[in-house]
């Protein structure tokens, strides 16, 4: 690989670091559009597993007392469940719906963020957290974009900030490493891989910890406000990706 990608590379995958520390989601699908735009995308998804386990598992030693464990076990299990099929078969079907129904899933996301209200009348977390851990499942085994349909998820059930950001740091890294573990035992992982790990590794723990010194100093609005922005930029392209095919 050619020094001008792992050098762009090593830069988005800082970017996605400070993004995903500071609301909680996000380094897989900006990791994906932005490297995809000078990699090729099915490697810089493989680079994106790995790097995934490395962030979510630093951001979980750090957040860990923040996790409410009841409230996960059931789209805990459903993403386990699911994503080995996404690495079998969601890869060797069109991304057009994908595309459509990732963004429907996040403008639902972004309707229970500005209107919180709602979330009261959703049904309990085992009626929401299966099929949103099912479709997760899905999306991570197959593009490591499995984060929407958790933001979903955690926002119906109410939780706080750092309860919130806790919350998908696990989830997040369950469906990374059974997707490392299913490339790896599928022997689908793409040659070349070492190097362009290891330097985005270290980009991502670099924007990791700007993240969360970020996470630390912002209000609840302005976290709100935050999430939201991100929310509404990843709808506007999942469906603006599914338009222009």
Known sequence: MAIEAIAWLATVALLAGVIQSTVGFGFGIVFLALAGLLVDVKMASMVSAFVSVVLNGKLLLNLHRHIN???LRPILLSVIIATPFGVLFLQRISSD???????????????????????????????????MGLVSGLFAGAYNTGGPPLVVYVQSQGLERLEKVASLQLLLLVGSLVRVE????????????????????????????????????????????????????MAIYYMGQWLLS
């Open 182 to 233: 299913e490339l790896w035992r599928q022997e689908a992982l793409l040659p070349g891989l070492l190097w362009p790990i290891v330097i985005c590794c270290v980009g991502t723990i670099i924007g990791s910890a700007i993240g969360l010194r970020l996470l630390n100093h912002i209000s609840d609005v302005w976290f709100k406000r935050i999430m939201g922005g991100m929310l509404l930029a």
């Open 69 to 71: 464990w009841l409230r």
């Open 97 to 131: 719906w994908f595309n459509l129904f990732l963004g429907l899933l996040i403008i639902w996301a972004l309707k229970q963020q500005f209107f919180p209200s709602q979330a009261e009348t959703q049904p309990n977390n085992a009626l929401v957290g299966i099929p």
